[in-house]
């Protein structure tokens, strides 16, 4: 079983940043690929950003592509997503996942082993 407790948001304005980070509880951190989703209020859980196992891969939505990037430190076991020019739109619980395979292709199709209860962003405008 992994633990998974996300930290980090809060209230930001339109253009501004925020960071987001998940802490790990597994002895294994660098054997999970891990992701960020985010869920907004009357809307679908939908998939934000990836990293493989060794992080060497990354993977993002098309709506946060040069603006959010998502990095791990294994020997911490933590994963963060650095989120930059923030939109209202970008307003949501963000989720942190992980999954055993070591590629990120099962969390782009949403699908992950664990998930944390997730950290509210409030973007306002």
């Known amino acids: 079983q992994v633990q998974l407790v996300e930290s980090g948001g809060g209230l930001v304005q339109a253009g501004g940043s925020l960071r987001v980070s998940c802490a790990a509880s597994?002895?294994?951190?660098?054997?999970?690929?891990m992701g960020w989703f985010r869920q907004a209020p009357g809307k679908e859980r939908e998939f934000v950003a990836a990293?493989?196992?060794?992080?060497?891969?990354?993977d993002y939505a098309d709506s946060v592509k040069g603006r959010f990037t998502i990095s791990r430190n294994n020997a911490k076991n933590t994963v963060s997503l650095q989120m930059n020019s923030l939109k209202p739109e970008d307003t949501a619980v963000y989720y942190c996942?992980?999954?055993?395979?070591?590629?990120?292709?099962?969390?782009?199709?949403?699908?992950?082993?664990?998930w944390g209860k997730g950290t509210l962003v409030t973007v306002s405008s």
């Open positions: 996942a992980a999954d055993r395979w070591e590629n990120v292709a099962t969390l782009v199709r949403g699908t992950a082993s664990y």
């Open positions: 597994t002895r294994t951190f660098s054997s999970y690929a």
């Open positions: 990293i493989t196992s060794s992080g060497g891969g990354t």
